[in-house]
């Protein structure tokens, strides 16, 4: 099992910035890929970005690409997500997943809320 507690959500202006962070427990940190998923309520889970097991490679969806930087730190065992210039639509329940695979999401935290107000 992986215990994945997520941090650092909250209310912001639009343009302004917030950094989460995902601290992992349990099993071996690098076995897995970091992503960041998002939701808003009556809506799917959306793709956010993603790190590999090293920290090597980033994927990005293309809403945010440009304003937010995904990072692991595998000393730590926590995966950050910065977020810049965020807007209205970034308001959604951020939630942090590991999987042994790109997509997998093998295992979930408990989400954390960041609203954008306009």
């Known amino acids: 099992q992986v215990q994945l507690v997520e941090s650092g959500g909250g209310l912001v202006q639009a343009g302004g910035s917030l950094r989460l962070s995902c601290a992992a427990s349990?099993?071996?940190?690098?076995?897995?890929?970091m992503e960041w998923v998002r939701q808003t309520p009556g809506k799917e889970r959306e793709f956010v970005a993603a790190v590999s097991w090293g920290g090597g490679t980033t994927y990005y969806a293309d809403s945010v690409k440009g304003r937010f930087t995904i990072s692991r730190d595998n000393a730590k065992n926590t995966v950050y997500l910065q977020m810049n210039s965020l807007k209205p639509e970034d308001t959604a329940v951020y939630y942090c997943?590991?999987?042994?695979?790109?997509?997998?999401?093998?295992?979930w935290g408990q989400g954390t809320q960041v609203t954008v107000s306009s």
């Open positions: 349990g099993r071996t940190f690098t076995n897995y890929v």
């Open positions: 997943s590991a999987g042994l695979r790109f997509k997998s999401y093998d295992y």
